[in-house]
C-alpha cells in the first residue's frame, strides 16, 4: 500500500472509529435520558417493546441485505470500473428496496392492534392501546433508518465515510433531547417522536451525496433476472435467516416479560446494553480484524495457520470477556446506579437492573467467542452451520424461559439467565463442530488461556469488590462524583489485580494484546512519518 492509501485509510478509520465512540456513548445517554425522565414503568416497557419489530426489519434488510449482499457485489462492479453496470443493479436493489420498506410501513402502522401480542403479549388496556399507538407511530422509522443504511452502503463503497459516521451520532442526539425537551410535556410519546425525527436526520444527512454520486446513472427500474441481482439474492439469504435468528432470542425473552411484573422489560434491555457494551468493542472488533487474515488462510489452503489464527483470536477474546463478565458482576450494583439511577430511575429500579444483569453475565463470554467462531465457519465458505446452531439455541432459549418461569422465582433473571444458557449451547455446539473439522483448534493452549484467565479474573473480582466496598466507607462523597469515584476506583483495582496475576501466571495473551495495541500505534506514527 502507497503512502497516499495509507494515510486514506488511516484517516478513514480515525472518523469511523471516533464516531463509533461518541455513539457509543450518546446510546449511554440516550438509556441514561429514557431511565432518568420514564423510570421503569409499564409505559417504558410499552414503548422498547413497540420498536422491536421495526428493529428486527432493519436488522434482517441492513444488517443482512446491505452488508452480505448489496455492498460485496455493487463494490464489485465499481473495481472493475463498471460505473454504470453497477448502478443499474444499484437502482434495482434500491427501488425494490423502496417499495418493501414503503409496504412495510403502510401495513404495520395499518395491522399494529394483530401485531401488538407478537411483541407484548402480556400488556392488556390501556398498556395495550399505548403499545398500539407508540408502533404506528415507529414503524415509520425503520423505513427512513432503513434507506439511510442503504445510503450508507453506497457512500461506503466510494470510500466516503464522514456522513454516514455522522448519521447515527444525529438519531441518538434526537432521541435524546425528545426525552428531556419532549418527555416532560407529552410523556413516552416523546421517545417516539425522537426516534422518527432522528431516523429522517439520519437519512438526510447522506441522501444528498448519494444523489450527488449517482443521480447521472440512477434508473427506474425494478429487474429481478439481473446477474447481479440473483447473486444479492443468494448472498443474502443465510445472512438474513442467521441474523433474524438472533433477534428472535431477543424477541422472545422481550415478551415473556411482558407477562412479568411492571417495568421488567427495561430492566432487561439496560442490562443487556451493559453486555453488549464489553462484546461489541472487544469480541466484534477482534472479530472483524481476524475475519481477512482466516479468509485469505482458507483460501490458501494453508490449514495449519488458519488453525493458529483461530484459536489465536479465541483466547484474545475469553482474555479479554471473562474478566468483563466476572468484574460487571461482582460490580453490578454500583455500574447500574452510576449510569443509570435519577429522576425516576429509583434505587429499586438499579436492584431490578443489576439483578438482571447478573444473569446475563454468563453468557458475556460465550456471545464472545461466537463472533469469532462465526467467522471460522464464515472463512470456510460455510453460511448454513451457523444458522443450524442458531435454531438450536433458539429452541433451548424458549424452553428454558418457559421452565426458569413455570418453576423458579427468578423471573426476569430467569429470562437472562435462558439468553445466557442457550449462548453456551451454542459456543458449545460450534467448538464441538469447527474442532471435528479442525483438529488441534481445541488445545491445551486455548485450555490454559482459559483456565487462568478465569482463575485471574475471580481473584479480580473478590478484588474489585472489597475495593467498592473500602471505598464507599471511606471516601463518602455524595452524588454522582462520589459513585464514579467509587465505581471507577473499584474497576481500577481490579483490572490492576488480574494484569498482576496474568503476568503472574504468565499469560501469553497479555504480551499478545500488548503487542497489537503498540504495533498499532507503531503503525500509525509510520504513517505520519511517511505521510
Partial sequence: MDTENRAQVTRAATIVMAAIIVSRILGFVRERAIAEVFGRTAATDAFFAAFALPDLMYQLLVGGALSSAFIPVFTQYLAKDEEKEAWYVASIFLNATFLILLGIMILGVIFAPLLAPLVGVGFTGEHRELLILLMRVTFPAVFFTALAGLCMGVLHSYQVFLRPAVGPIIYNLCQILGA??????????????????????????????????????????????????????????????GLSIAQVNVIVSQNLASTLEEGSIVALRLANRLINFPLGIFAMGI???????????????????????????????????????????????????????????????????????????????????????????????????????????????????????????????????????????????????????????????????????????????????WSASFLEQHLPLAGKLGEAVHTLGAISAGVVVYLLLAAVLRMEEMRLVWQMISGRLKGKRRARQEG
Fill in 287 to 465: 472479530s472483524t480484524a481476524v475475519f481477512p487474515t482466516l479468509a485469505t488462510l482458507a483460501a490458501k489452503g494453508e490449514r495449519q495457520e488458519f488453525i493458529r489464527t483461530l484459536a489465536f483470536g479465541l483466547r484474545i477474546v475469553f482474555f479479554i470477556t471473562i474478566p468483563s463478565a466476572v468484574g460487571m458482576a461482582a460490580l453490578r450494583v454500583p455500574i447500574v446506579r452510576l449510569l443509570f439511577e435519577a429522576g425516576e430511575f429509583t434505587a429499586a429500579d438499579t436492584a431490578a437492573t443489576a439483578f438482571a444483569l447478573l444473569f446475563y453475565v454468563p453468557g458475556l463470554f460465550a456471545q464472545a467467542a461466537l463472533q469469532v467462531t462465526t467467522r471460522g465457519f464464515y472463512s470456510l465458505q460455510d453460511t448454513k452451520t451457523p444458522v443450524k446452531i442458531g435454531l438450536v439455541a433458539v429452541a433451548a432459549n424458549l424452553l428454558l424461559s418457559l421452565a426458569f418461569l413455570r418453576w423458579t422465582s427468578l423471573e426476569a433473571g430467569g429470562l437472562a439467565l435462558a439468553f445466557s444458557l442457550s449462548s453456551l449451547v451454542n459456543m458449545v455446539l460450534a467448538f464441538v463442530i469447527l474442532g471435528k473439522r479442525l483438529p488441534g483448534l481445541l488445545g491445551l493452549d486455548l485450555a490454559a488461556a482459559v483456565v487462568k484467565s478465569t482463575a485471574a479474573a475471580l481473584a479480580m473480582g473478590f478484588g474489585a469488590a
Fill in 180 to 241: 428531556y425537551l419532549l418527555g416532560p410535556i407529552v410523556g413516552i410519546m416523546a421517545m417516539a417522536v425522537g426516534t422518527v425525527v432522528g431516523a429522517v436526520g439520519n437519512f438526510g444527512i447522506q441522501v444528498p451525496e448519494v444523489w450527488r454520486r449517482g443521480a447521472k446513472h440512477y434508473r427506474r427500474v425494478v429487474d429481478f433476472r439481473h446477474p447481479g441481482i440473483r447473486r444479492m439474492v443468494q448472498l443474502m439469504v443465510p445472512a438474513v435467516v
